[in-house]
């Protein structure tokens, strides 16, 4: 992953854990994809929760000069994709997490945990 890449991330994986999210992972496809860098991929209980970790993903990136290029999902927050560029970042509820399954169909990249970073 390019540095860049990296510091969004890290970035973002804060906002997320600041607002408790949960089963945070990072998927690095750059080997894998042209589409992406890295999938951030994190786990919510409600609506309100994934609503609020999004604005926070966007508030942190944004005050880093990072701007979202497209969010999709918000009204309905039970999966919110918000794309960085090279860093797309994924919120469920538990139930389209399951039902995804983003860590199995993109299992050929590098999958990490938040702590990695």
């Known amino acids: 992953m390019e540095k860049s890449s990296v510091d ?3 970035l973002a994986i804060s906002a ?10 990072v998927i690095d496809i ?3 994809s042209v ?3 890295s999938f951030i991929i994190a786990g919510g209980t409600n609506p309100n929760q994934i609503r609020a970790m999004c604005d926070n993903v966007q508030e ?3 005050r880093a000069g990072y701007e979202c290029r497209q969010i999709e999902g918000y009204e309905t ?10 860093v797309i970042v994924h919120i469920f509820d538990k139930e389209n997490r399951l039902l995804f399954d983003l860590e199995r169909i993109w299992r050929d990249g590098k999958i990490m945990s938040a702590e990695e970073f």
Do not use: H, P, Q, R
Request: proline share 0%.
């Open 8 to 10: 969004v991330t890290k």
């Open 16 to 25: 997320l854990e600041d607002k408790k999210a949960e089963d945070v992972k």
């Open 30 to 32: 750059s080997e894998v």
């Open 35 to 37: 589409i992406a860098d």
């Open 60 to 62: 942190v990136l944004g």
């Open 77 to 86: 927050a039970n999966w919110v994709l918000m794309d960085f560029g090279d």
